[in-house]
């Protein structure tokens, strides 16, 4: 071999090192997110949704369908959806920020932020065991019959949990609500204006809220029940803001995934308290549970992604254990969460390695694995035009 093809051989190796992956134009991603999301729409007779792609650092969008079937309202970039259970991750955030500057400890025992509940059950979980669910059994929802906060910290202080339950992890709106209440009163606000004050503001994401205001009120999908198609919109419950109460836009959306993957910049302690919510905090079958987000190997199988997302992974315990050291590194990583009122259905995930993240917002609760599916083989498919 001469000379000169040695230094041609390492400069083509270079450019394979440093040059960008292929560019995916508009029209590609239009025509992806159109072939897997339309037949998705048909089955479930979905109304309309948002989908967007951040890759590379640059935003994809797709919408498809109507907002408001009645006024005929076309989805845009600027519908706000309800995103359900996506705002725990907002709600860990500030838990994670809470202890950034020295106000609490997730260490802390729940009992010792609430006194009230310091001689029960509910008393002895630590704040991180609120974050990951690893609650004893803690159940899904508030009783209906409960009203108000006094009636509130009564049942948690008579709340027992199941016989022989031991330490599983029990997906639960009530001990993730507790953890917004407790957050928020470590910064002295009520939870809605912690939130804004504390994240949303610092993160300048201004099309998401815990209120709609009136001037927004025409930007407000309606979601249709999966039962009887009705127009509907989250009720107000116990805990719901904390728990799954947030509304949000696909921009928004986007840039707090790119926020995640670290592509976006934030106020260093905001910063910090969102790498602290990747931990790898307890080990489940299918994924390990950070604080809200769920970790997952890199590449994985669409066969262990379903599986972490299956319903009994929200309906029923599930066998967990605690890591003896919190897992930090976010290489080889697939972190994801879904979100879903009756009337509505998100998801959004990112891989840190590849620099891509995928938001999913539609206005009708999609089974779990049909719209995680459909994500994934978006995601799939965008990578793919890169290699």
């Known amino acids: 071999m001469t000379h000169r093809t040695i230094a041609m051989a390492l400069f083509t190796a270079s450019l394979a090192v440093t040059l960008p992956v292929a560019a995916m134009t508009e029209q590609q991603f239009q025509d992806k997110a159109e072939q897997v999301f339309a037949p998705l729409m048909d089955e479930y007779d979905v109304p309309g949704l948002a989908v967007g792609i951040t890759w590379q650092g640059k935003h994809h969008v797709f919408t498809r369908g109507l907002a408001n079937r009645e006024a005929a309202t076309p989805v845009s970039r600027q519908t706000l959806f309800e995103l359900g259970s996506l705002s725990k991750t907002f709600n860990v955030t500030l838990a994670a920020l809470a202890q950034e500057r020295g106000l609490l400890s997730l260490d802390d025992q729940v009992g010792e932020r609430l006194p009230v509940l310091k001689a029960s059950p509910v008393g002895a979980l630590s704040l991180m065991d609120?974050?990951?669910?690893?609650?004893?059994?803690?159940?899904?929802?508030?009783?209906?019959?409960?009203?108000?906060?006094?009636?509130?910290?009564?049942?948690?202080?008579?709340?027992?949990?199941?016989?022989?339950?031991?330490?599983?992890?029990?997906?639960?709106?009530?001990?993730?609500?507790?953890?917004?209440?407790?957050?928020?009163?470590?910064?002295?606000?009520?939870?809605?204006?912690?939130?804004?004050?504390?994240?949303?503001?610092?993160?300048?994401?201004?099309?998401?809220?815990?209120?709609?205001?009136?001037?927004?009120?025409?930007?407000?999908?309606?979601?249709?029940?999966?039962?009887?198609?009705?127009?509907?919109?989250?009720?107000?419950?116990?805990?719901?803001?904390?728990?799954?109460?947030?509304?949000?836009?696909?921009?928004?959306?986007?840039?707090?995934?790119?926020?995640?993957?670290?592509?976006?910049?934030?106020?260093?302690?905001?910063?910090?308290?969102?790498?602290?919510?990747?931990?790898g905090v307890t080990r489940t079958a299918p994924f390990t549970q950070a604080m809200i987000w769920e970790r997952y190997p890199w590449p994985l199988s669409r066969e262990q992604l379903l599986a972490g997302n299956a319903p009994s992974m929200a309906l029923e315990a599930q066998p967990a254990s605690r890591l003896a050291k919190r897992e930090a590194g976010e290489q080889g990583v697939l972190f994801g969460k879904t979100g879903s009122t009756n009337g509505f259905g998100g998801y959004a995930a990112f891989v840190p390695d590849e620099r891509i993240g995928v938001v999913m917002l539609a206005n009708r609760n999609v089974p779990l694995e049909a719209r995680v599916d459909a994500s994934y083989k978006l995601l799939q498919q965008v990578l793919e035009t890169g290699r």
């Open 130 to 279: 609120l974050a990951t669910h690893q609650s004893s059994g803690l159940p899904l929802q508030v009783p209906d019959d409960i009203k108000g906060d006094s009636a509130l910290m009564t049942w948690l202080r008579q709340w027992q949990p199941t016989a022989g339950a031991g330490h599983e992890r029990a997906y639960s709106n009530v001990s993730i609500g507790l953890l917004g209440r407790i957050s928020a009163s470590a910064f002295g606000q009520p939870y809605a204006q912690a939130l804004q004050e504390q994240v949303l503001a610092p993160l300048a994401l201004a099309s998401t809220y815990v209120q709609v205001p009136a001037a927004q009120m025409q930007r407000y999908a309606y979601g249709y029940g999966r039962q009887d198609d009705k127009a509907i919109r989250v009720s107000p419950g116990m805990l719901d803001a904390e728990a799954y109460g947030l509304r949000s836009n696909i921009d928004d959306m986007l840039r707090f995934v790119d926020i995640n993957l670290g592509s976006t910049a934030a106020p260093k302690p905001l910063a910090a308290a969102i790498a602290a919510t990747h931990q």
